[in-house]
């Protein structure tokens, strides 16, 4: 069986490391994969670049950015928070997708995939899964529609679009394309986590379809639990407090909750005053240092990384990952944080329930409650963290392991 895996980014983003962890999954539980990407940041003989100009590349991702400027009013608000796909990269004549037996596509957003090219997948005779990373597949043009719920029925009226008085915007148009695309065409759709795929099932778009759950996988032997002594000795981070954990590729967007972590930490300060000099607070993710003031507690900043190396020393150096995300499927931080022992605290939103077990493995706090969250932070760190850890730690294996999820994937694909 040969199984071509289809994301934007071979190594950037939350899809495109769970679409790279499937991949090596799969093979090594016997299935010949590979990924077709835009962007391609290894030399892995499995990972394919499609082979256009890098200006045509990016003229793709201008033109919709453009494209959606203007409907916008001339607004960069919820500029990126859309994809309206009218411009890509026809992938179908490429050696390896037409050696492929299923065609496996995950987030293809940004220019790299038009609907018209994903129609001529759909349409080339190729069995099709589609990983659902995000909403985008079965809305109009939004990767997560927060409490809109248009895509029940027919996108209008776009919230994230200025202006949209107009009953046909673009969230309207694109969704009668899909509509139109999806109507003849065998898919089988997997949810990341039971949450996307519920909602997934109140979709118009996807009445009738074959709709699933399948968790992201993890390679359990990078990620495991190692001495936390060592590890902050390697990145010099302090041995005498306990260390929370926030990171974001863009630890500026809204959407994961940052606003909420300060509320917390100002709320153990203020009443929790014996706290105020055991807790630090490691910051990763791009522009990581510009927050420093806006935390009361020592704020030990780390510039985004990606290699997986350095990911797991930050993971084992911490006391709890901490997650205030406001929307999210199923963050690979929190498996990666559980395999490394380290327990989580989250809202009760999107497929953070499922992972988080509340008061087991970590704590669920109510939603945009900061007071709760905070409750959580110093519930976790209390006399039990040590059973917490081991039970994060198990739960990372039961449910996220390579063998599991590949397994799974396999069934599907056979």
Known sequence: MRVVIVNTSEKVGGAAIAANRLMEALKKHGVSAKMIVRDRQTDKVSVVAVKRQSWRLALN???????????????????????IANTGTDITSMPDFQQADVVHLHWVNQGFLSLDDIDKILHSGKKIVVTMHDQWYFTGVCHYSGDC?????????????????????????????????????????VGCSQWIADLAR?????????????????????FHPQDKSKARQHLGLPTDKRLLLFG???ITDERKGFRYLVEACEYIQRSHS?????????????????????????VFAVDYVSDEKSMVDIYNAVDLYVTPSLQDNLPNTIVESMACGVPCVGFQVGGIPEMIDHEQNGYVARYKDAADFAKGILWALGDHY??????????????????????????IYE
Not at 282 to 296: D, F, N, R, Y
């Open 61 to 83: 991702f201008l033109w919709e950015r453009g494209v959606i400027f203007l409907a916008n009013c001339l607004s960069r608000k919820n500029l990126f928070q859309i994809d």
């Open 149 to 189: 719920l248009h895509y029940r029925e027919h996108c209008h009226n776009c919230p994230l679009i200025r202006g949209g008085g107009c009953k046909k915007d673009l969230s309207w148009k694109v969704f009668s394309r899909k509509l139109s695309m999806y109507a003849n065409a065998d898919m089988t759709f």
């Open 202 to 222: 109140t979709s118009a778009l996807l009445q009738g379809k074959k709709v699933v759950s399948i968790p992201n996988a993890i390679n359990m032997d990078v």
């Open 274 to 298: 014996e706290w105020t000099d055991k807790i630090g607070i490691v910051v990763v993710g791009a522009k990581s240092e510009t927050i420093e003031q806006m935390l009361p507690f020592p």
């Open 248 to 250: 974001s590729q863009r």
């Open 386 to 411: 040590s059973d917490l850890c081991s039970a994060a730690y198990q739960k990372a294996v039961s449910t996220y392991s390579e063998e599991s999820v590949a397994e799974q994937y396999k069934a």
